[in-house]
């Protein structure tokens, strides 16, 4: 355990500065073990519906364990990413460039390994269009419909109140900042929760499933993705406004607020990307 006598000349005590998880060495590698696990999830479900399909001699349980064990990485690197990028950080109150450089980089990073993850998937989707044989789909559901256009908007929006925050608090607006947080992390959960009522719709009423062929696990696969990216997304902006409420943030100290926007920034391009081509371009393809 460290108190901040040693590198600040107080004597106040942190917890958390040398505890496990920090990252290994002078950069953080758990961005790569958060997109190896979220990678891992689309292999299981490759082996789990070759498994179903007996193709290649690759046993049922096959898809299920790399399931279980990629989830398992997947929440170790998120725990261990955020307790490196925000908890550590908060008890330091380090307010250096270096630090700030870090963590900017590290983001970006992990951004790339998404850009690699997403663009795997987007290839499917192409290689199934131009698939005579697997397309057009036989069972394809009211793709192009209000709720999709309502949560598109909401998550545009969000990219603007969430932008109006990270100025605000630029220019030290605090109350601005916090009050746009807040309608971001609410635009962020009325999505969620839209996506959630499609799928219902999907599944309950029209009978649209996983396994209706390969643009129902093209469909899944990638908007479950996003949703699971929004999802962290909202939970990343959570934590930043429990920091502004504890009065974490300020003109100059503000780098968790700038990774958290890029961030969903991202998210929100991506879902762009899904609408035009896996709604619109499904639906007048078909």
């Known amino acids: 355990m460290a108190t901040e006598t040693d590198d600040h000349g107080d004597d106040h005590h942190l917890p958390a500065v040398e505890d496990w998880p920090r990252g290994f060495g002078e950069a953080s590698w758990w961005p790569f073990v958060t997109a190896l696990g979220a990678a891992g999830l689309y292999v299981g479900a490759a082996l789990f519906l070759m498994g179903r399909a007996d193709v290649g001699g690759v046993p049922s349980v096959a898809g299920p364990a790399v399931v279980v064990g990629s989830v398992g990485t997947f929440l170790v690197g998120l725990y261990g990413w955020l307790y490196h990028a925000f908890v550590s950080n908060f008890w330091e109150r380090g307010a ?50 209000s709720l999709v256009l309502v949560n598109t908007g909401l998550l545009i929006v969000s990219s603007f109140t969430l932008h109006a925050a990270h100025t605000a608090i630029r ?9 746009w947080l807040a309608v971001t992390f609410l635009l962020g959960v009325v999505f969620l929760g839209g996506q959630v009522l499609e799928y219902y719709e999907f599944l309950v009423n029209e009978g649209f499933t996983l396994t209706d062929g390969v643009f129902g696990s093209a469909f899944y696969g990638l908007t479950g993705l996003h949703g699971l990216h929004v999802s962290l997304g909202a939970v990343l902006i959570g934590i930043v406004f429990v920091r502004a409420l504890r009065g974490q943030y300020s003109a100059e100290r503000h780098v968790s607020v700038t990774t958290v926007s890029m961030y969903w920034h991202f998210v929100d391009a991506i879902w762009i990307l899904l609408v035009v081509v896996l709604y619109v371009g499904a639906a007048v393809g078909a």
């Open 96 to 145: 250096s460039e270096h630090g700030a450089n870090k963590l900017r980089w590290g983001m970006i990073a992990f951004l790339g390994s998404e850009v690699a993850t997403f663009s795997a998937g987007f290839t499917y989707f192409f290689f199934i269009r131009s698939n005579p044989v697997a397309w057009p789909p036989g069972n394809l559901p009211h793709l192009l419909s």
């Open 171 to 179: 220019k030290d607006k605090f109350r601005q900042f916090t009050a």
